[in-house]
């Protein structure tokens, strides 16, 4: 008589199940807001206990496919870049990696996404950009809502390349940012030479020039890492490379 397979551990089949759910929402062309099964009905559709089911949503939470409040359940969430984001601050955290080398890592990639913004954008795109000057230059010298006018701005550029992946990118990059300018005086001290700089990145992306777009992107990106070590403060720029 043949051996009894052996039980698969909870984690395992958990990690199956896991798998199952996400191929089921993305066969059936789930999107974001789209609410799952109840853990109950996922029990029984898998033929598992409820707190496999459990472990299978925190899985797929980690992941970023679902999103798990009380009283709702699962619902499908949309990607945005958070865990991306949580790695990029560990890295700078960790001293693996300086400030310097993330401003390298946007030099390499943003300066291509003002490109294809110039060539991709439309009309409501450049609007939005026009806007988010037009708040920055009101914004004065509250440092709180020129950093969020500046951080918006490259959301903004990377939306109007057209390519979603570079949304990914920027998210979070920002979130890099915005904890390591936590001097208001070193980060406002270079707030006009920021906002001249996005204004001739708008102008390149409104006339069409794609490699007017990469020059004035690329000149902004270019000032802000020569001038890192005044605009961040020693304990966020990480080890010296």
């Not at 089921?24 to 974001?32: A, E, I």
């Not at 400030?99 to 913004?117: D, N, Y």
């Not at 914004?139 to 959301?155: G, Q």
């Not at 990469?214 to 080890?239: D, I, T």
Request: a negative charge.
């Amino acid at each position: 008589m043949a051996a009894p397979t052996p039980e698969l551990p909870r984690q395992r089949l958990s990690s199956v199940v896991a798998e199952h759910i996400q191929r089921d929402v993305l066969s059936r062309g789930m999107q974001p807001g789209d609410k799952l099964p109840t853990e109950a009905e996922l029990a029984e559709q898998y033929q598992v206990s409820r707190a496999v089911v459990r472990e299978a949503g925190r899985i797929l939470d980690g992941r970023g496919l679902v999103d798990i409040r009380p009283g709702r359940g699962m619902t499908v969430s949309k990607p945005d870049g958070t865990s991306i984001a949580n790695q990029f601050s560990l890295v700078l955290q960790m001293n693996q990696a300086t400030f310097g080398q993330l401003m390298q890592t946007r030099l390499v990639v943003e300066v291509e996404i003002a490109a294809l913004a110039a060539t991709n954008r439309s009309d409501e795109d450049l609007a939005e950009l026009r806007a988010t000057l037009d708040r920055a230059r009101d914004a004065d010298d509250d440092y709180e809502a020129f950093l969020e006018e500046d951080l918006r701005f490259h959301e903004l550029i990377s939306r109007a390349s057209g390519n979603p992946y570079f949304s990914l990118f920027i998210d979070p990059v920002n979130e890099c940012l915005r904890n390591s300018y936590t001097d208001a005086k070193r980060y406002l001290s270079r707030r006009e030479s920021t906002f001249r700089e996005h204004e001739a990145i708008v102008d390149a992306i409104e006339a069409g020039d794609a490699d007017l777009a990469r020059a004035a992107a690329r000149a902004h990106l270019e000032r802000v890492e020569s001038q890192q070590w005044e605009l961040v403060p020693p304990a966020e720029r990480g080890r010296t490379a």
